[in-house]
Antibody, heavy 116, light 107 residues
Framework: QAHLEQSGAEVKKPGASVKVSCKAS????????ISWVRQAPGQGLEWMGW????????KYAQKFQGRLTMTTDTSTSIVFMELRSLRSDDTAVYFC?????????WGQGTLVTVSS | EIVMTQSPATLSVSPGERATLSCRAS??????LAWYQQKPGQAPRLLIY???TRATGIPARFSGSGSGTEFTLTISSLQSEDFAVYYC?????????FGQGTEVEIK
């Protein structure tokens, strides 16, 4: 069945960048878009954007425009999410999820901690 | 952006009882609404999409209803594994937005 495996936890300083990977397996990679959602500690869910695994088309939430980039590598079925100019309020668990209308399945999440 | 408001924030229910969770959109989202369950330390799990269609493998005790701006998730007979936080999400308009969650706790 479909499975998404994310890269491990990261600790970054303010102003740095982080790149999180999400490897897909168990389904035809190019048939789906991948969405990214984050969750700050003890908080709710925040949609960040999606990327088409077929052609790399992206759609980002306005609040991340200019410092968020999503890319894909179809040879390895991996999607990458890079967030730049990190701030302390970017500390969160970042999830990838398959689809854009009902996310299923989700990756296990990657904790990104931004601290000086 | 569309604001999703869930109520109540916390719902105390005894095992075997029925739970009814509400989600209201600040403007119509048609039937483009999903429900998720999240347990501590885990990723969310899709329960319902299209407002009323159960995702693969989801037990029949979970049901969704509504359209437009008012939606309901019903758990007909709560099992021990159902105590969790539940989120609604609209995907009718950009940005997609989530409700703040309803925690279902053991009474």
């Amino acid at each position: 069945q479909a499975h998404l495996e994310q890269s491990g936890a990261e600790v970054k300083k303010p102003g740095a960048s982080v790149k999180v990977s999400c490897k897909a397996s168990g389904y035809t990679f190019i048939n789906y878009r991948i969405s990214w959602v984050r969750q700050a500690p003890g908080q709710g869910l925040e949609w960040m954007g999606w990327i088409s695994a077929l052609n790399g088309e992206t759609k980002y939430a306005q609040k991340f425009q200019g410092r968020l980039t999503m890319t894909t590598d179809t040879s390895t079925s991996i999607v990458f999410m890079e967030l730049r100019s990190l701030r302390s309020d970017d500390t969160a668990v970042y999830f990838c999820a398959r689809g854009i209308a009902g996310f299923d399945p989700w990756g296990q999440g990657t904790l990104v901690t931004v601290s000086s | 952006e569309i604001v999703m408001t869930q109520s109540p924030a916390t719902l105390s229910v005894s095992p075997g009882e029925r739970a009814t969770l509400s989600c209201r959109a600040s403007q119509s989202v048609s039937s483009n609404l999903a429900w998720y369950q999240q347990k501590p330390g885990q990723a969310p799990r899709l329960l319902i999409y299209g407002a009323s269609t159960r995702a693969t493998g989801i037990p029949a005790r979970f049901s969704g209803s509504g359209s437009g701006t008012e939606f309901t998730l019903t758990i007909s007979s709560l099992q021990s594994e159902d105590f969790a936080v539940y989120y609604c999400q609209q995907y009718n308009d950009w940005p997609q937005t989530f409700g703040q969650g309803t925690e279902v706790e053991i009474k």
